[in-house]
């Protein structure tokens, strides 16, 4: 009898403090959302909003994703596409120009927009489950966000996306999590 008691407190203790994610996977979101990093490792990058440069001029380039240090835009997900300004510029990744990562950038209409799924999961040190979005490897193979500082000589850090094997830590892997607004 002391035996099955002693077992049942481990286990419940056990399962107390475990994550638990539902199995439910997500193709769209029905609310629109911010994404915010979940990097426990690196305070200076955790907990930052994604934000987004606008273009230069109107048309002649995209909205670049970064952290903290542009425009609050909401965002859509809506059949595995991320996308702002209600639908209208889908996020893509943009060949690397000056660094090995490749930028996310929202555009209208990308020639090969960036695939994107959510669900629901465990951060780093989070006893609880978040719903996030992950990108998806194309040729690739698996792929995860991170953060890098502008190549171009700015202060922000860039969003982009790298493989989830490539351990430089030039590009800083972060969890995205949903923050519905």
Known sequence: MLNKLLATTVLTAALSSACI???VIFSSLPNEFRLVTQVPSNAALDKQTITFLAP???GASPYRAVL???ETLNMNFTANTLSINEGADTA???LPIKTTY???ALIDSPENSLKLYAKYGCGPDDESSNLQIYPVGGD???LTFCAVKDAFGGDEFVVAAKPVDDTNTDCVPFLAVVNEV
């Open 56 to 58: 230069d001029t109107a």
């Open 21 to 23: 994610v539902p199995q």
């Open 102 to 104: 490749r930028r996310m």
């Open 68 to 70: 903290a240090a542009g």
């Open 140 to 142: 690739d193979g698996a």
């Open 92 to 94: 893509f990744l943009q």
